[in-house]
């Protein structure tokens, strides 16, 4: 009996290795958590000279060719890319008119969001010049969601346009003024420990000569203050 139950026992640690391997080794590839989607675009979508790119990445670049239909829900539309940042289609654009427009904007490093110390300076220069390409500057809004507000663990910025009424709601919620917006990350940090935040999202739009206004907000700044979606006539 004691030779019968270490038999079983050697099968069933065999049979759970042999799980984890066919794991490691590519039958859980896609197996990502909802919230890193992003980070496995950035990892395994943006570089089409990855070997076996079309096996690796479940959201591939059309131009990829992969053998799956590509649709727009699918599959990455890249607007930009620089060694440190990638700007893309956000998929909030599926299935709306021409003229809407939500983009992203991601560091390649594993940078988590807003609270990570990591958060790069330069991200918000390089948002800033791929957004304008897209939406007119007097209409264009840069938003990083606070944490417990956002769905992704990568962090990223969106290239959204002002609701028409945004101006006047924000006009006195205005915790800094810039020309400058690498200090954008300094002004939203002092504001927030000022007010003993320790979550917080933030909006920088143009104030007009030059200068930018950087607003915080406990809450999603996105859907506050932007057109994150199309209307659904427009779908």
């Not at 065999?14 to 989607?37: N, Y």
């Not at 020309?179 to 003993?196: E, M």
């Not at 143009?206 to 203050?225: A, H, K, Q, W």
């Amino acid at each position: 009996m004691t030779e019968l139950f270490l038999a079983e026992s050697r099968l069933r640690i065999f049979r759970i290795l042999a799980l984890l391997v066919f794991q490691v080794l590519g039958g859980d590839v896609f197996a990502a958590a909802p919230s890193d989607t992003l980070l496995h675009i950035v990892q395994r979508c943006i570089d089409l000279g990855k070997p076996n790119y079309c096996g690796q990445c479940r959201l591939p670049q059309t131009a990829a060719g992969c053998p799956a239909a590509p649709t727009c829900k699918n599959t990455v539309d890249l607007w930009a890319e620089d060694e440190e940042y990638v700007a893309m289609r956000d998929i909030k654009m599926c299935g709306c008119a021409e003229d809407f427009v939500h983009g992203l904007v991601l560091p390649k490093a594993t940078i988590t969001g807003v609270e990570d110390p990591k958060r790069p300076d330069s991200i918000w220069l390089f948002s800033w010049r791929v957004g304008i390409s897209k939406i007119p500057a007097q209409d264009l809004a840069l938003v990083v969601n606070p944490r417990l507000r956002r769905t992704q663990n990568q962090l990223h910025v969106h290239l959204v346009k002002l609701k028409p009424e945004s101006r006047s709601l924000v006009s006195g919620r205005i915790v800094g003024e810039t020309d400058d917006l690498s200090s954008v990350w300094r002004i939203a940090q002092k504001a927030a420990d000022q007010a003993i935040m320790n979550d917080f999202g933030i909006m920088v739009f143009e104030l007009g000569s030059g200068n930018f206004g950087v607003l915080i907000s406990g809450d999603s700044p996105e859907r506050l203050y932007t057109e994150a979606v199309c209307s659904p006539e427009a779908r």
